[in-house]
């Protein structure tokens, strides 16, 4: 059962314009929500996080914005920049006991010049 | 170094072999994650250590596979009697706060390949 879905495999977008990742949700437990970026032969390196309690998040290019009621998250990326050209993982997790993350399967994002 | 160090880069095995895989986390930090990515998929979760302690492993896929951070800093996760559907990346990551709180630094994980 695939709690974090990520159903984009692929995004592709010109340099300048805006990437939006789509991300969704099953675990009503679920409070707080973090987008990592992945570089091949690279580990996840995080990106920007979102607690339950909000439904928007801005650090610099990048917007995470939460719709509890949906179970949706969206990262907002503009403007776009070839360098931002990655996979993103959506990933959640829950207050109950440790918080280990659950991860979605990624989107890779493909910004072109 | 600065960041989490895992080692090998890359393993190849025949099916059969016991491979062992090992994480250096950053220094002082509590909590320790493994996680395992199958091409094309997120990383899911294996275990967690806080400081020496295992404190929970229900991801671990079966008995063939085992993790230990006996002085709470490096861990090495033992895979015995290797199947092919053993390979996979094998990402180690790691906390400053206890309860995996905090950020999650990862490494670049081990790439084990399992003929």
């Known amino acids: 059962d695939q709690q974090v879905k990520q159903n984009s495999p692929s995004l592709s977008v010109q340099e300048g314009r805006i990437s939006i990742l789509n991300c969704d949700y099953t675990?009503?437990?679920?409070?707080?929500f973090l987008w990592y970026k992945k570089y091949p032969a690279e580990g996840p390196t995080f990106l920007i996080s979102?607690?339950?309690?909000?439904d928007k998040n801005e650090d610099g290019r990048f917007t995470v914005f939460l719709n509890k009621s949906a179970k949706h998250l969206s990262l907002h990326i503009v403007p776009s920049q070839p360098g931002d050209s990655a996979v993103y993982f959506c990933a959640a997790r829950s207050n109950t006991g440790f918080q280990k993350l659950v991860f979605g399967t990624g989107t890779r994002l493909l910004v072109s010049p | 170094g600065a960041g989490v160090s895992q080692s090998p880069r890359y393993k190849v095995a025949k099916r059969g072999q016991d491979v062992a895989l090992r994480c250096d986390p950053i220094?002082?930090?509590?909590?320790l994650f493994w996680y395992q990515q199958a091409l094309g998929q997120g990383p899911e979760f294996l275990t967690y250590f806080q400081n020496e302690a295992q404190l929970d492993k229900s991801g671990l896929p079966s008995d063939r596979f085992f993790a230990e951070r006996p002085e709470g800093s490096v861990s090495t996760l033992k895979i015995q009697r290797t199947q092919q559907e053993d390979s996979a990346v094998y990402l180690c990551a790691s906390s400053s706060r206890g309860q995996g709180t905090g950020e999650l630094f990862f490494g670049e994980g081990s790439r084990l390949t399992v003929l």
């Open positions: 979102i607690s339950s309690i909000k």
């Open positions: 220094s002082g930090h509590v909590s």
């Open positions: 675990n009503s437990m679920f409070d707080y």
